[in-house]
């Protein structure tokens, strides 16, 4: 029966108008003797890329190169395999549950690594991404089994490609996927306030200790006041000023004196003290 249905002249698989037929008979099984099956829907990542890069008759060696390698895998008469539509194809596994499918897929990963796609001398690298549901456990449609099988698929895709994904682990891995999310960026903050608090102890806090002590004992009425353009401000006693720069005196706690130069160009404004 299998070698009667019609073939897509590219692929050799079944073509899609036959797929509808075989899973009403799957479904009449399962129902009827308990004996459900899987479905896995199949995409080759960036197939359009290879398209407009290299041209269709490219983009034919690639459906080949990989339709070749899944009937390598899936030995026949295991499963079912069709073109579902462009680079998309459909497997399907009477009497295998998803897990079961998706180890075999685990095969056929590990078969388009080490097998890349050979074409006018130069080797490609091809892979494929993949979403599988199972008919009755993830649904007792056949339009909501190929619609979960999609659901899968996208994942996939979205989530890195080259990659198998059941669509009854998608809540797992979204709700993984948002915990490592918040893992590390707890580890980030963490490790940003330990640092803050290194850096705090052993460097802000020694240099604001040593500030405390540079107090200025003369009233302030009584100095005069150099105000840079980073805003810094400075009292004391201008010694010297030209058009260079000023040499102003400061004065600290305990009786301790100082001098410092400021250049012009640093000055933004200088408040002189009144006079007595």
């Known amino acids: 029966m299998p070698d ?9 698989f079944t073509q899609r108008e036959a797929l509808e037929p075989l899973l009403h008979d799957l479904a009449l099984q399962a129902k009827t003797h308990g004996r459900g099956f899987s479905l896995a829907l199949i995409d080759v990542d960036r197939f359009k890329n290879f398209n407009d890069r290299y041209g269709h008759p490219f983009g034919d060696e690639i459906l080949k190169y990989a339709t070749s390698t899944l009937r390598l895998t899936f030995f026949e008469g295991s499963c079912h395999l069709f073109r579902y539509g462009g680079d998309e194809f459909v497997v399907v596994f009477p009497g295998k549950n998803p897990k079961e499918a998706c180890q075999i897929f685990h ?7 080490h097998r890349p796609c050979l074409y006018e001398n130069r080797f490609y690298r091809v892979t494929v991404s993949c979403g599988i549901a199972g008919f009755p456990s993830d649904t007792e449609t056949l339009g909501g089994l190929i619609q979960k099988a999609d ?9 890195g490609r080259n990659r198998t994904t ?8 979204k709700f993984r996927r948002i915990a490592v999310f918040w893992a590390v960026t707890f580890a980030v903050l963490s490790a940003a306030v330990v640092l803050y608090r290194l ?35 400075f009292e004391g006693r201008i010694l010297a000023e030209n058009t260079r720069g000023v040499v102003m005196r400061l004065y600290f706690e305990g009786g301790g004196e100082g001098q410092m130069n400021f250049r012009r160009a640093e000055i933004s404004q200088i408040k002189y003290r009144e006079k007595e």
């Open 199 to 233: 850096t705090y102890q052993s460097v802000i806090r020694p240099k604001l200790s040593q500030l405390k002590h540079i107090k200025i004992v003369t009233k302030p009425e009584s100095l005069d006041t150099v105000i840079l353009r980073n805003g810094l401000i």
């Open 151 to 159: 659901e899968a698929l996208y994942f996939s895709k979205k989530t």
């Open 4 to 12: 009667q249905l019609p073939k897509d002249s590219l692929t050799g």
């Open 166 to 173: 059941l669509y009854s682990r998608i809540g797992f891995l």
């Open 107 to 113: 095969q056929c990963h590990y078969n388009l690594h």
